[in-house]
């Protein structure tokens, strides 16, 4: 079997596994999320943007952070890259991905992103992460001015997979994931 075909059945089992998962436990993981980026900040004199994702079904909603930090939300181009804007009081616009975004002024560089926090299906105990198979994150991070901001998965303990889940030779592990369980970073 190949990569491809044994990511997508990965991909299939996880996103059932997400889909199972309650509303209390997303709440938890939002929570545990909160305290990270809370002693992380605390952590910095100077504290750039904290990109985010605007989250899709069953998906954990950390835009809550909005409130109490300065944030950026990605944008998928034509072009199939990854670019972050700030998250200001424009309105958001589907982008070619039809996720909600910003599109109102020029793109965030990596010397203004503090820590990244992306949506996981699933992650491995190696920080192997899988998405939904764009490839977004890891072409972003393969220029090792990103690679060197900080990048958290966020999703569910029933979604940390036990066994080394497959990986690409493009795959870039995260820094660390957060769960309503343990913020391993």
């Not at 990109?51 to 109490?68: G, H, Q, R």
């Not at 589907?94 to 975004?101: M, P």
């Not at 029933?158 to 994931?177: E, H, K, M, Y």
Request: hydrophobic share 35%; glycine share 4%.
């Amino acid at each position: 079997m190949t990569i491809f075909e044994n990511k997508k059945l990965e991909r299939v089992s996880f996103r059932k596994l997400r889909d199972r998962i309650s509303l209390n436990q997303r709440k938890n993981v939002e929570k545990n999320v909160r305290l990270y980026v809370d002693s992380f900040v605390r952590g910095y004199k100077n504290i750039g943007y904290i990109a985010i994702y605007w989250p899709l079904k069953n998906e954990v909603d950390i835009t809550s952070l909005k409130k109490k930090f300065t944030l950026a939300l990605p944008r998928c181009s034509d072009k199939k890259e990854l670019l972050f804007y700030p998250w200001d009081e424009k309105p958001l616009t589907k982008d070619s991905e039809g996720i909600l975004s910003p599109n109102n002024s020029s793109p965030l560089s990596h010397l203004q992103i503090s820590m990244m926090l992306v949506p996981c299906l699933s992650v491995d105990k190696n920080l192997i992460r899988l998405g939904y198979g764009g490839g977004y994150f890891d072409k972003l991070r393969k220029d090792n001015n990103w690679r060197n901001v900080p990048c958290i998965g966020v999703l569910t303990s029933n979604c940390v997979s036990t066994i080394p889940l497959a990986r690409a030779a493009w795959d870039i592990p995260l820094t660390g994931f957060i769960t309503e369980k343990e913020i391993f970073v």
